[in-house]
């Protein structure tokens, strides 16, 4: 069915031809559905792999109707996008809430869980559980209201992510004082300026590139707060948005019998309650602080020795961090960078993967949504394993950040063919221009390397079962595990020596300049864990009842209070844009990112251990993890790899945290 990849087109043409076929399919998935119900005797082969398959065909024809709407937004992708989710979220509520099919699926368990692998046990428990978790066993009324729910809140969050984008592209900064853009290195000055009747001007915007070169280049500090200010408090109509998102959530979970949303959202990942995450983030929180302290009050007396009559705010740490970074190790970003040409990166890329997992990559010439994206095939020891699709420049109309999204999902179809998977890599690092290619920061060579490893869990699947497979049937909390693993190889001195040369002479970065660049690695690394813990307690803690946005504010103020460092200003309403939770799939989730940490930390001490090229050891984290996708649990998956638990230590280890903090 979709294994022909030249009938794979993801080109912005012809969107609302794609959307009418969607909803095409969707009304002829729900008949067959229904001509499945009809079989008398029902089995895994002939009802529950034909009803993965009908789902694997609708995200198929959805995922690129999704990824244009973020990676190419315009008015077509806003329209088709606003008006399949209500009729896809419709249709996935009414499949979740469907009692014949629940009996059914329940009945097939019980008769063959004895005969069914691992993988086909691990779809049903994973299906039954989700039928529960969508109301089945509700009342009508009550299925009905949860129904009502899932597609206001579909509508919801992605109004949410609209407003953030529609806030970050409406903005510019323009200056006209050459004095304040005097410390951007050339290239950025150059990607800014701009001829506007006769006179010359520096545009800044709030695109990641633009907005993280000024904020840490620039030199007026009225600048840099104006533009920071811009930053953290766009999209304020999303204040209402996230009230009633977080009021829906709420409802959802009380009518599924469980006290809060935080509880309905940690049924499905490998932490057991609110109050395991907490503690968790707190004891992080309290062994990181001392250091954060320490580190906050290093960056005060430097900032205080080179003219700042002040301490150093929220506007100011981007500035000044650089500045301590390149005085104590010797490292500025802009130094590195011509060492990091995009190309040149992924090149390095892709030789590290061939040596460390045998991975092949062939360019292919096919059609994309933008002259900038790159496509590979990718073969394993001369099988072909699926494709990758790679767009890393900023651009407008394109969501911040960068991720990993599925289109295919590797698994075997009702004909017996194995149907090979296809991902998307998205970034934003700066484009190329006339006058320069695409130059990447040190953090965002790490970046690519995550995300790279999140498309390998996706793509390196050897399971046959769509609904386990790839980053399918995967803990939230554990699918941060692969691409953690993957980005914490970026530094290392075999790694660097693949890919950093120089775009210009073609020389290779000096052997000094990797060793200053790896003892940066945990620059104010307390500083970092801190900020992450910032965010993921509040995440937990506004999901624990039903808060109105005052009482959000109140939240957001008392975990600033309990953890924070650098105390940002009062006007920062970061809450607008958290899209992670209020637009993405991180609510009451967010906490993942450390979760997952600890055991890509403890995995990667293991390779630092051994060699980061030792084959056996690879071998084995190839078929217990990047293999296995969701077919078992993560926690037995990587006892499985690594012959024991992990161990919180090795973050802090990880992160240079001295853990000298006594919790009781």
Do not use: C
């Amino acid at each position: 069915m979709l294994h022909k990849f030249e009938e794979f087109d993801v080109s912005d043409e012809n969107i609302f031809e794609r959307k009418e076929e969607l909803l095409r399919e969707i009304k002829s998935s729900k008949e067959k559905i229904q001509e499945l119900l009809k079989i008398e005797e029902k089995n895994y082969k002939n009802f529950v792999k034909p009803y993965q398959i009908i789902q694997e065909k609708i995200n198929f024809l959805f995922s690129p109707i999704s990824h244009l709407n973020y990676v190419k937004n315009s008015e077509k992708t806003q329209q088709a996008y606003t008006e399949v989710i209500p009729v896809l979220t419709e249709f996935f509520t009414e499949l979740g809430q469907n009692e014949e099919l629940y009996k059914a699926f329940k009945k097939v368990y019980e008769e063959e869980k004895d005969t069914l692998n691992q993988e086909q046990k691990k779809v049903l428990t994973d299906i039954i559980k989700n039928f529960e978790l969508s109301g089945v066993n509700l009342e009508r009324d009550k299925r009905e209201r949860i129904r009502e729910i899932n597609i206001k809140l579909s509508q919801l969050q992605n109004q949410y992510g609209q407003n953030v984008l529609n806030s970050t592209d409406s903005f510019e900064m323009l200056i006209d004082n050459f004095d304040d853009v005097k410390e951007l290195p050339e290239i950025e000055r150059e990607n800014a300026k701009l001829e506007k009747d006769g006179k010359v001007y520096y545009r800044f915007t709030l695109q990641q590139p633009s907005y993280i070169a000024y904020m840490t280049y620039g030199t007026s500090r009225e600048k840099r707060e104006y533009l920071y200010k811009a930053y953290v408090t766009r999209a304020p109509e999303n204040e209402k948005v996230l009230e009633e998102i977080l009021k829906l959530r709420h409802e959802k979970a009380v009518l599924l019998g469980f006290k809060n949303y935080a509880e309905l959202s940690l049924e499905t990942k490998m932490a057991k309650s609110p109050e395991e995450v907490i503690d968790f983030l707190r004891e992080l929180g309290l062994k990181s602080k001392p250091q954060a302290e320490r580190e906050y009050e290093e960056l005060n007396r430097f900032a205080h020795d080179i003219g700042l009559n002040d301490n150093v705010r929220a506007y100011d740490f981007a500035y000044y961090s650089e500045k301590l970074k390149k005085a104590k190790f010797n490292v500025n970003d802009e130094e590195y960078k011509p060492f990091f040409e995009k190309n040149s990166v992924i090149k390095g890329l892709f030789d590290f993967l061939n040596r460390f997992l045998k991975l092949e990559f062939e360019r292919v010439d096919v059609p994309t949504w933008d002259k900038s994206v790159d496509v590979f095939q990718i073969y394993r020891k001369g099988d072909l394993i699926g494709r990758l699709y790679l767009d890393l420049e900023a651009r407008k109309g394109k969501r911040d950040g960068a991720w990993m999204d599925e289109w295919v999902t590797h698994h075997e179809d009702l004909g017996g063919n194995i149907i090979p998977p296809v991902a998307f890599i998205v970034a934003n690092f700066s484009p190329s221009t006339q006058n320069s290619p695409s130059l990447l920061r040190p953090y965002d060579v790490e970046t690519l390397f995550h995300e790279m490893g999140h498309a390998l869990h996706h793509l390196l699947s050897k399971v046959k079962e769509p609904f386990v497979s790839g980053i399918s049937g995967v803990e939230w909390d554990a699918v941060e595990f692969p691409s953690q693993f993957f980005e914490k190889f970026a530094y290392e001195k075999e790694i660097l020596k693949m890919f950093a040369v120089h775009y210009k002479t073609g020389e290779p970065m000096p052997e000094e300049m990797m060793e200053r660049l790896k003892n940066a690695k945990n620059f104010q690394s307390a500083l970092a864990m801190i900020r992450q813990i910032e965010f993921a307690l509040f995440d937990m803690l506004i999901h624990l009842d039903s808060y109105n946005a005052e009482d959000v504010q109140k939240i957001l103020n008392q975990v600033r209070e309990e953890v924070s460092v650098i105390k940002p200003p009062e006007y920062n309403k970061f809450q607008w844009s958290f899209s992670h939770i209020f637009a993405g799939g991180y609510a009451a989730g967010y906490y993942s990112y450390k979760w997952a940490e600890v055991l890509s930390a403890d995995a990667y001490f293991m390779f630092i251990e051994s060699g980061i090229f030792d084959d056996s050891l690879t071998d084995t984290f190839y078929n217990e993890i990047l293999s296995k996708g969701g077919s078992e649990p993560a926690d037995i998956l990587f006892k499985r790899f690594a012959g024991r638990d992990p161990e919180i230590d090795a973050l802090l280890k990880l992160s240079g945290i001295e853990n000298n903090q006594e919790v009781n």
